[in-house]
């Protein structure tokens, strides 16, 4: 029962300080003779990397990733594998005037509360820069599912940043790659968006944001009926990231002012089994996957270090107000698009595994 | 690595179908000492328990829950406790027509997929029924908060019901018991509701709601850093719940539509400790609880059961129109207010016991 | 992690006193569609039961088997398998005397100084009562083995009791069932071996015992090669039981007097696959089955609960000689014999389940 | 569920191969405010590293452990400790030849068999390098049981080595650190082992050994009831060491000969608490530690990588006749000691701190 580790049969546990000497993940249960070299993986951290675009933080880390276990000859040999992320632009110094002090919104306050000592050096343990590791692992997991289940295509993209939303009549899946905001949409609305968050970041503030990521392609049956739920697991997957503060599968929240009529999914006969006239169930049914695709949402809230002062304390109980200094993003949820990703990629991976321990193969045929 | 069971040292294994001839829950970890007698978990199981008023299905099961091992002379051992509900009111006959048939929106099809076989009457695991095991597991959880962290409270109300939605600046906590929606509002506005509803209910159709959750009085410092958060365990626990699509920690959604300047909760020091400006938090930091009110909210969907009908197929993929018929609730939001509660109870509950082993006590002193 | 399971796929927590009202097994990851009927688990039990012969309590209870969830018309679901036994014969008084003393050899005072509470009506949770739980779910696991891998059989003796010892010359696998030691010896033996324990008896004493149980058809590749090795889990489940102090896989102990030129057990390719010259290794290495037998070995420590008095004190801590009355096996060793072919039984299960998840399939061809 | 982590509160996962680039452990779940330092951990290391004396293999690697995250200025966090250990002296060309041979004794062939690939360079994961991460993981236990129960004293020791013995009439606990082979006697004791095993080098075979682990200074009262019982996870963490084949508790497997008369250890009434008149119960009652010694002994059998040539088959199934040539311990038992040590620290951390999640402190008090 580790704190830091997630998945069941794939399990990753992430380890690592934002300011220490390295980060990373342990990953156990990958299958053997999957091909795994590290530029698979670098292409994913390199999307989350900060300093990419003028949107991110301005920290030039090359984030290189290393493969010191588990793999030989280029393929996974079942053992697990150990992915090291060493930390090579540190400036720590950026950081040390908050060794005292408690940021209002960070974790600082109750690190200190739960264990008495904290790594305060750029956040350490709290810091975004953990999900490197995350997404290191997703890359992994990526290559067993492709394995596994080749039909399988995972995708994130922002569909919301404060003020401004996605057009979902003009939903452009090939648009994702095309900008900085990993929007499905036109270039002209990324400059607005970019314009938007511009504005504010002159302003000292920042703003938070809705990610939607989607596997498609994943086959039904995967999941379990009343815990590890697929669901379930996905919420979990999600909220576990740096300042999610919601998550929602299909028609998440909104599902609330429906009514049972419009809500239930209508059946049909397709040529290759049962097809679906609408997908207000993201995929899921009972905590099983439907064999359409895999909707997820989730909210990060806006980045709490920012110039504008807010009043906080200091470690004696007196007042102070506190002005994040330091290179930190105006949305953190640019980058939680590739996160997001890699943590979907992760629980679909675990329950491809658990189902054939469970049941072996799919067993219940339609028509 | 149970597929069934939820939490890490408290652990909850629910087992039974809703018409086989008893469910129930098997509590491991729960502490010696802890006062536990039959009536302290069927005061939860009868705010649960179908039949009580028109809003619910009126199949009158009497709920009774019975302590089988882990309780010695009315006190916990620190062994398993098994609590075992017997199903006494199962009418079976009706809903041997769906053995072949898919209803849209339920778990039917999933099940059949991934098994190869289900238990159909009533739905069997995927029935709501299950939860009628976790609330029994809540009030050992309640117990056992009593004894470790007297003062915490934890209550659960719904918030919205399809157009329904409470009025905050009227937010009345004593009224929460005092109507059949558990609603904080007077009883002329839980009027309304039942005209609503029972609208709904006359037209054949069902609609969705908002559940909160809070658990005032949870003392600073529990839960974890990175995956088993003391948000993440609670968005699974929600999560796992039937029906729920979507979960929210403290400003949820929302957050994504804030700016840093709003979001974060700026920190005073009171008499007894920081104190806080606000709570968009929802009482969580990092992972780790501030000492604010923890605040959860879900979304549960439409019941799928419905009288309106709806296509669907059978299971050798011939098409069928579907019609629930059955004794089911216009709106499970009513119900899932005590199982919302009861998940709280056993995640804080676990957390409580957690900080124990990581850390022995709270480490880090303010002011 | 719940302290009253085992196993990872295939997992059984089970719950219960020897003196309260039921007792059982709560079964979670059986696979889908096994064939499973109260009469087949009962088989075992009725192996298991006191009262059978005269060198077993005359505890006289039916040890009946009820399934309570998770088989549909014969067939198991994939959900969890709640197994209850009720307590029939309890006879609490024989017991009342030792609530304020601490027998030697007993986990009385343990659990005392762990808990400061325990059922002590003959043993509560550490009654050897608590085994018959295990032998229902290893019979649910010898169905599903029998499903997954149809020609693995598993079988258990005892190879010393004593002074006693079976001559290996003269092993006879079909005698196992013909005697009540399950030796596998000729009558004659079987009744030296009676009068042995006759003696013992009269002389108010009691004996230790050493059962070895063999899995024979168990394909080659199943197991993990570092922590949750196939020898690892096997010897955490015969520990586990009652009264174990020892555990030893193919030559054991033994293998300290052994050198490297005997030990090593030499490979030759045989029509089917490699074959063995000699079986050392229990048929595993590294952590993995050979597909040679597994052999596992476990000893008892004589029963504590004897008629001639022993010194302890009470829990005031003043001095008392105890001698406990009520009816107790003089030997529990042959009781062991069902409880350790169960523990196997779901160990193999356990790895058969697993490897499908780690791997697939077996990987690995040979000639 | 990794297989490659053991332990719950305290949960050690190791990584790497004996001849990639690093390996190591991830430590999670040790609590904060312990003082860590490499060299802390360097002692042990050293205690295990090959190429000391002329008893072990000639590798000279120096075994530097580097703490890469989870400690903060000498103190750890809370978060996970990364241990890493770099491979400086691989020579992978000393076991080219076996990649497409199976060692007779070796994992070899069920890797393979497994898998279907693997790193056959030194053994790769099977090799007994792996447990140079278990001792680092073992030096981090060992500070955290000083600062939570500073009486406890670990240490282990040779009991058997082939067909040398020890005296136990000439016990002498502190002449187990003055000689090469961690035997409890005189320097002339240790000398005749030496010729012994000098002589079994020359004839190119090797040998088996136990190894016998003690704890003193246990608190009372730690440990579980069923499953996870404090003996259990010992006999998994020893048989989880390469080449273990039997793991003891206390008077072991002996036990089976013992009457009840003589194997209960009687209790009598001391100064600060019980004592008792004897130890064959090893230290543990019913899973739950007596305050007496903790004593475990196991058997590691002969290396199978000798000089002598042994009958085997190639991947195609046709024969050979194998020697492994390389550098290899005569008796792996030597390099053993440390790595029992190390396993008793991480289960007793692991209990001490289960057991303030599980009750808080201990609750039963006698006199």
């Known amino acids: 029962m580790s704190m830091n580790s997630f998945g069941h049969l794939f399990r990753v546990t992430t ?25 698979m993986l670098q292409i994913w951290l390199d999307k989350r990397r900060p300093g990419q675009n003028k949107n991110m933080t301005q920290r030039n880390e090359p984030d290189a990733v290393k493969i010191l276990s588990g793999v030989f000859e280029g393929q996974s040999t079942g053992t697990p594998i150990q992915l090291m992320i060493e ?7 950026d950081y040390g005037d908050i060794s005292e002090t408690f940021r209002p919104g960070h974790a600082d306050i109750t690190y200190w509360q739960k264990y008495g000592i904290r790594d305060y050096r750029g956040g350490g343990r709290s810091s975004a820069r953990e999900t490197a590791s995350r997404v290191a692992a997703g890359g992994v997991a990526r290559e067993a599912i492709k394995a596994i289940a080749p039909g399988v295509e995972i995708k994130g993209y922002m569909v919301a940043m404060g003020e401004m939303e996605i057009d979902r009549s003009q939903f452009d899946w090939d648009a994702i790659d095309q900008n900085d905001f990993w929007i499905p949409q036109g270039s002209e609305i990324a400059q607005d968006w970019e314009n938007y968050l511009q504005d504010l970041r002159k302003s000292h503030d920042s703003v938070g944001a809705i990610v939607e990521v989607v596997a498609r392609g994943v086959p039904a049956g995967i999941g379990a009926p009343v815990y590890n739920k697929l669901d379930t697991d996905l919420a979990a ?76 304390i200091r470690k004696d109980g007196t007042p102070i107000e506190v002005i994040t200094k330091g290179r930190h993003d105006p949305c953190v949820g640019i980058r939680a698009v590739p996160v997001g990703e890699a943590m979907m990629a992760c629980v679909v991976l675990d329950h491809l595994l658990l189902h054939r321990g469970q049941v072996g193969a799919n067993r219940g045929h339609i028509g």
């Open 15 to 39: 380890w690592g300080e934002s300011h220490g000497p390295a980060l990373g993940a342990t990953v156990d249960g990958c299958p053997p003779g999957v091909p795994i070299e590290p530029e």
């Open 87 to 93: 930390n090579t632009d540190q400036r720590s110094r």
């Open 237 to 312: 997957a999600m909220m576990s990231i740096n300042a999610v503060k919601g998550v929602e599968i299909g028609e998440g929240m909104s599902a609330a002012r429906l009514r049972g009529t419009d809500n239930a999914d209508e059946i049909f006969m397709g040529a290759n089994g049962p097809e679906y006239g609408s997908n207000h169930a993201g995929g899921i049914l009972g905590g099983i996957s439907t064999g359409q695709d895999l909707v997820v949402r989730f909210a990060v809230k806006p980045t709490s270090s920012i110039l504008s002062p807010r009043r906080s």
